[in-house]
């Protein structure tokens, strides 16, 4: 009786079924005696405390206590399950001859390791959590040992990849600096540095490019289109593949070949602008590193040639340069030839245009869409700030002589004054 009332008192505070299932297997076929339970629930109520401890909670409050035992018996019942792989018999004999905190501290010590590992597929991704916010997290969710092993699984892949990641970007001659800062996707790292030591060496040495930015991966599409062209072939080195360790070579080899197999004969084929294929590939495929001095790539020069044969290549950042850009709007607004510099009758046609024709907003807006992407939201603003305080003069009716908008086009826009 003293018995069944001793498993009883230890299993009332378990909320882990294969705990309950252990402990009762262990008492119906004599793994644990009665002297042996007695042990189990006074090292069950040390643990308890020392539990609630770790987490800051008060031991004189019997809730915690008690959400301090379940916590427990939830890192036994872990550790049991994943050592024995449920098998109850050998899940016995360790409830048998291990002391219930070792079990415990088995639990634990599975969710730590846990912790350590990265949580996702990017540098510099580090926990938000502190190591006992987590376990008490794990804790509350009654984490099962399916659940648990699928996401250790998940976390070692994405350590895997992380390791490889970081040491194609040395093998390329980089740092993970940068990529940090960015948290790169480590699976697009190592596409494109694999891309580079495959496809670019050549060209990433002669250029002294260490990882790629939007520049050099354009370069790299580049030399592999000639090379198609002039060869009707593609080269590839494999050569830096003695360098990868064993436990890498087999995601190495089926990222090349995906590399070759889906991305090649995109860059190659004639049909398609390099550009578009770039613009395709370099966000969903690859990574690149930015540049920081804010400049232009040549990249997006060349999905950009309508903007920059208009403009001249006027840095849409620089105050000093907004009159150039609102001469251009102004053109475009009154269906003129579009300049930056306007003569003084060029101004009034294009002011008489917009009075008799109306303002063509939308040709404005599109001419802004065939800027670098980067530069679009602020050109749009420009525009918007100047048609808003300049319309009222632009299509003031009783400034027949336009005496008044060419004051205000005068200071705003780039207008030669007339020769005296």
Known sequence: MALTQNTHSVAAYDNAPFFEKVLKHAVQNNFIDQPRLAEIINDAATGSLQIAEYFDESTHLRKNLEVSMKRMVSLVSLHLEDTTDGELDKAAQLL????????????????????NMPEDEHFGS????????????????????AKYRQSFKDCERYKSHLNLATLLVKKLG??????????????????????????????????????????????????????????????????????VPAEYQVYTKSTLQSIQSEDIPKIVNQAISLESVLNDLKHSQYFYLHNQ????????????????????????????????????????????????????????????????????????????????????????SLWDEFIDEASPYLLDSSDENLHEVMMYLTERCNIQKPKK
């Open 126 to 145: 580090a926990r938000l959590d502190s190591e006992r916010e987590f376990l008490k997290k794990c804790l509350s969710k009654e984490l099962s040992v």
């Open 174 to 243: 980089a740092t993970t600096s940068e990529l940090d800062e960015m948290h790169a996707s480590t699976q697009h790292v190592i596409r494109t540095s694999l891309l580079s030591l495959a496809y670019g060496a050549k060209k990433a040495i002669t250029n002294k490019i260490k990882f790629p930015d939007e520049n050099t991966l354009f370069e790299i599409f580049t030399s592999i289109r000639k090379e198609w062209a002039l060869l009707g072939d593609v080269t590839c080195s494999s050569k830096f593949m003695d360098d």
């Open 96 to 115: 048998k001859d291990k002391p219930f905190r070792a079990l415990s501290r088995g639990g634990s010590q599975m969710l730590k390791a846990l912790y």
């Open 293 to 380: 001095l804010n400049e232009v790539s040549r990249f997006d020069k060349a999905l950009s040639a309508d903007w920059f044969a208009l403009t001249g290549g006027i840095d849409a950042s620089g105050n000093d340069e907004d009159s150039l850009l609102l001469t251009l709007f102004l053109c475009v607004a009154g269906g003129v030839d579009r300049k930056t510099t306007l003569k003084v009758f060029e101004a009034k046609k294009a002011v008489l245009n917009i009075r008799e024709n109306g303002l063509l907003q939308n040709e404005v807006l599109n001419l802004i869409k065939t800027a670098p992407h980067d530069d679009i939201d602020q050109l749009t």
